[in-house]
């Protein structure tokens, strides 16, 4: 398997534009997550689908962030409009929930830079 | 809130020696715990999980729980140069699958 696949691996914008992330999860798993990092604050999750379905959205910042899973082989992480202080690196997740041992897979990661 | 602590290091050993990797959590429901190496530069990776109280070996590798003092830690024997990452300890608290990571601990292993 190719393993988790992010789309683009670096984006450079100007504050004020949208940003659109993109991950394909391995075949087969049932959960994805979207998760940041920074220095400062370390990696956060931001958002988590099961089954093509948003379960747990409390980790967004704000409303300028929003994601979609259309279907189980394709997720969507957008900010619009981006600012500085999103300048991060960007994580997607996939595992298969089953029970209490799953392994999630990290992708490997848009660093996003907002000038 | 759930948090999880680890001592963001450097953690400096000589190759050969034991590093001992250590990580609190406050959710005392906490269930399942992982430890995750990542490379400078690289996505995390998962090395260890361990769900009961004790340890469990794999390898150089030996992951400790003691729910009772919400403690896990992370041996590694033999420490390698290439062994040198930040390692991520993370918790799972219930049918929650959220994960909640420490901010890492930086391990330099010299050669």
């Known amino acids: 398997d190719a393993g988790v696949i992010q789309s683009p691996r670096h984006e450079v914008t100007e504050m004020g534009q949208e940003v659109t992330l993109r991950c394909k999860p391995i075949?087969?798993?049932?959960?994805l997550f979207w998760y940041r990092q920074t220095m400062m604050r370390g990696l956060e999750l931001l958002i988590y689908?099961?089954?093509?379905?948003?379960?747990?959205d409390s980790g967004m910042p704000e409303d300028r962030f929003s994601a979609k899973m259309p279907n189980a082989s394709f997720s969507t992480l957008k900010i619009q409009p981006s600012e500085p202080r999103d300048s991060a690196v960007y994580f997607c997740?996939?595992?298969?929930?089953?029970?209490?041992?799953?392994?999630?897979?990290f992708g490997p990661g848009t660093r996003l830079t907002v000038l | 809130q759930k948090e999880v602590e680890q001592n963001s290091g450097p953690l400096s050993v000589p190759e050969g020696a034991i590093a001992s990797l250590n990580c609190t959590y406050s959710?005392?429901?906490?269930?399942?715990f992982f430890w995750y190496r990542q490379y400078s530069g690289k996505s995390p990776e998962l090395i260890m999980s361990?769900?009961?109280?004790g340890d469990k070996e794999d390898g150089r590798f030996t992951a400790q729980l003691n729910k009772a003092s919400q403690y896990v830690s992370l041996l590694i024997r033999d420490s390698q140069p290439s062994d040198s990452a930040t390692y991520l300890c993370?918790?799972?608290?219930?049918?929650?699958?959220?994960?909640?990571f420490g901010k890492g601990t930086l391990l330099t292993v010299n050669p």
């Open positions: 997740a996939s595992s298969f929930v089953q029970g209490a041992g799953d392994t999630q897979y």
């Open positions: 075949s087969g798993h049932n959960s």
């Open positions: 689908f099961n089954n093509n379905v948003p379960i747990d």
């Open positions: 959710d005392r429901v906490s269930q399942s």
């Open positions: 361990i769900y009961s109280n």
């Open positions: 993370a918790v799972r608290s219930g049918s929650n699958y959220k994960l909640t």
